[in-house]
């Protein structure tokens, strides 16, 4: 059974940095590209980025590349994004998501995160 | 940026209806569209991808269809358990999401 766990949500305050993990199971993590999606609390949608299954290449949504990044480790399975600079209109749930490049089929329970000060 | 619009934004229906849910890209996507359904507290979970291709598991009183800028959601048959909020999502162009069709019960 393929299993994405998110950890490491919370209240931060504005301007600081977040790391989110995933950690991937029922799968061969190193497979497959992996994105996050993130949703805010009016339950708007938005793509954040992916990256390859070798963790090569990155892509972001433009609006956020300077601020976000992708990385991974296959060898622990685990999926990471690093947030600096975090405003309060990233406060939203997160969300690691296997990535078939085209449409995403399995996604994890969320991590809520919250800016705030 | 491709925006996603869908409609209706809120859908009441009751069990065994025909069930109809629009999205509309604002340019041809190729039928680079996919579906996906989030009941409430859950994660989403992929219904449809390529416009009409159903995911393993998703039951067959679900479908797609549409071409251009134009797509469409079909339910056959509303079931209790069908209750949620569908997402369209286009991959023409990055990846973006429409803003959802909540689906209550009437």
């Known amino acids: 059974e393929v299993q994405l766990v998110e950890s490491g949500g919370g209240l931060v305050q504005p301007g600081a940095s977040l790391k989110l993990s995933c950690v991937a199971s029922g799968f061969t993590f190193s497979d497959y590209w992996m994105s996050w999606v993130r949703q805010t609390p009016g339950k708007t949608m938005e793509w954040i980025g992916d990256?390859?299954?070798?963790?090569?290449?990155?892509n972001y949504a433009p609006s956020l590349k300077n601020r976000f990044t992708i990385s991974r480790d296959n060898a622990k399975s685990t999926l990471y994004l690093q947030m600096s600079n975090v405003r309060s209109e990233d406060t939203a749930t997160y969300y690691c998501t296997r990535d078939q490049n085209t449409y995403f089929d399995y996604w994890g329970q969320g991590v809520m995160v919250t800016v705030s000060s | 940026d491709i925006q996603m619009t869908q409609s209706p934004s809120l859908l009441s229906a009751s069990v065994g209806d025909r069930v109809t849910l629009s999205c509309k890209a604002s340019q041809n996507i190729y039928k680079y569209l996919n579906w996906y359904q989030q009941k409430l507290g859950e994660a989403p979970k992929l219904l449809i991808y390529y416009t009409n291709s159903l995911q393993t598991g998703i039951p067959s009183r679900f479908s797609g269809s549409g071409s251009g800028t134009d797509y469409t959601l079909t339910i056959s048959s509303l079931q209790p358990e069908d209750v949620a909020t569908y997402f369209c999502?286009?991959?023409?162009?990055?990846?973006?999401f429409g803003a959802g069709t909540k689906l209550e019960l009437k």
């Open positions: 999502q286009q991959y023409n162009s990055w990846y973006t």
């Open positions: 990256i390859k299954y070798d963790g090569s290449y990155t």
